[in-house]
Structure formats: structure tokens, C-alpha cells
């Protein structure tokens, strides 16, 4: 088992988690924190920290593609060790859902992707990374997300 940061730390980023972390598997992006499964003890520390409740147990159903991305951005962006400051929008981004969608460009650097269809990605390095299954079918979306897939498309993301 491991922890893993989840949809809310988009936009939030709130660093609380990391002060207590122990064995610092924190790692920062643009946006958002992740956890690196491999170097995360389970000691559960980190999750009573975070103000935003994006901290969870991998154990909780539907948490795989979560899981993915921090285990993929944990090796791309920077080790963080200490508090910072959240991210200006941290309040009002807090608790909005599907945070996930909205964002087409995760950390700094080589982690950076890039959407180039509804259903495919591009890091900056330019390795291709699929839309993860749990995203869910765009035409299963409300008429409001289809709108904004729409608009993304017409601009070429």
C-alpha cells in the first residue's frame, strides 16, 4: 500500500503534508503535488495534513490512474522537503471536481504534457502517454464538459 495525491491538490497545492512526511517522497509540479509510491513508507502521516483532503490510500477503489501519474511524475519533477506557500487560487479551487479535465499542463521541465487529442499526450521529451480509462468516454460527459472539450479541440490542445 501507499499514499497517493489525488484530483483536489490541482490548483490548491497546499505543502503541509510535505513538513511531515518522513521520508520526503513529496515531489512538486506546476500545479500539483505527487507522492512516489516506491520511496512512500504508509505511514499515513501526510493525510490528516492536507486542508485539501487530496491525500488518500491507494487502497480506495478507483485510485489507479492516480497512482500512475504519481508514480509517473515522481521521477520528473523536483524533490520538495518544505513548507511553501499554496498557490493563490488554493481556496476558491478547493473542493471543485474533476479538476483533472481543466488541466492539460502538469510541472515544470521534462514533466510538462502537452494534450494533443481527446485522447492522447505528449511530454515535453516527447514520450506519448494514453488518456487514462478512468477519465471516462468524453461523449459521456454533460453538454457543459462536452463544450469545453469541444473548445480545447478548436484550439488545438
Same mark, same amino acid.
Not at 484530483?7 to 503541509?16: L, P, V
Not at 490512474?65 to 478547493?94: C, G, H, Y
Given at each position: 500500500? $501507499?499514499?497517493? @495525491? $489525488?484530483?483536489?491538490?490541482?490548483?490548491?497545492? !497546499?505543502?503541509? +503534508?510535505?513538513?511531515?512526511?518522513? *521520508? %520526503?517522497?513529496? !515531489?512538486?509540479?506546476?500545479?500539483?503535488? *505527487? /507522492?512516489?509510491?516506491? &520511496? +512512500? /513508507?504508509?505511514?499515513? *502521516?501526510?493525510?490528516?495534513? +492536507?486542508?485539501?483532503?487530496? /491525500?488518500?490510500?491507494?487502497?480506495?477503489?478507483?485510485? %489507479?490512474?492516480?497512482?500512475?501519474?504519481?508514480?509517473?511524475?515522481?521521477?520528473?519533477?523536483?524533490?520538495? =522537503?518544505?513548507?511553501? %506557500?499554496?498557490?493563490?487560487?488554493?481556496?476558491?479551487?478547493?473542493?471543485?471536481? &474533476?479538476?483533472?479535465?481543466?488541466?492539460?499542463?502538469?510541472?515544470?521541465? =521534462?514533466?510538462?504534457?502537452?494534450? @494533443?487529442?481527446?485522447?492522447?499526450?505528449?511530454?515535453?521529451?516527447?514520450?506519448?502517454? #494514453?488518456?487514462? &480509462?478512468?477519465?471516462?468516454?468524453?461523449?459521456?460527459?454533460?453538454?457543459?464538459?462536452?463544450?469545453?472539450? %469541444?473548445?480545447?479541440? #478548436?484550439?488545438?490542445?
Amino acid at each position: 500500500m $501507499t499514499y497517493v @495525491v $489525488t484530483d483536489n491538490c490541482i490548483r490548491c497545492k !497546499y505543502t503541509d +503534508c510535505v513538513e511531515v512526511c518522513p *521520508v %520526503d517522497c513529496f !515531489y512538486e509540479g506546476e500545479n500539483f503535488l *505527487v /507522492i512516489h509510491p516506491d &520511496e +512512500c /513508507i504508509d505511514c499515513g *502521516v501526510c493525510e490528516p495534513e +492536507c486542508p485539501a483532503g487530496a /491525500i488518500k490510500p491507494d487502497t480506495e477503489p478507483g485510485l %489507479d490512474m492516480w497512482l500512475k501519474l504519481n508514480a509517473e511524475f515522481s521521477t520528473q519533477w523536483p524533490n520538495i =522537503t518544505v513548507k511553501r %506557500d499554496p498557490l493563490p487560487e488554493a481556496k476558491e479551487m478547493d473542493g471543485v471536481e &474533476e479538476k483533472i479535465r481543466e488541466v492539460f499542463f502538469f510541472g515544470t521541465g =521534462t514533466g510538462r504534457l502537452r494534450r @494533443v487529442s481527446a485522447a492522447r499526450f505528449v511530454t515535453a521529451d516527447g514520450r506519448q502517454m #494514453a488518456r487514462p &480509462e478512468s477519465w471516462g468516454n468524453p461523449a459521456g460527459t454533460s453538454r457543459l464538459r462536452a463544450r469545453r472539450l %469541444d473548445r480545447c479541440r #478548436a484550439a488545438n490542445y
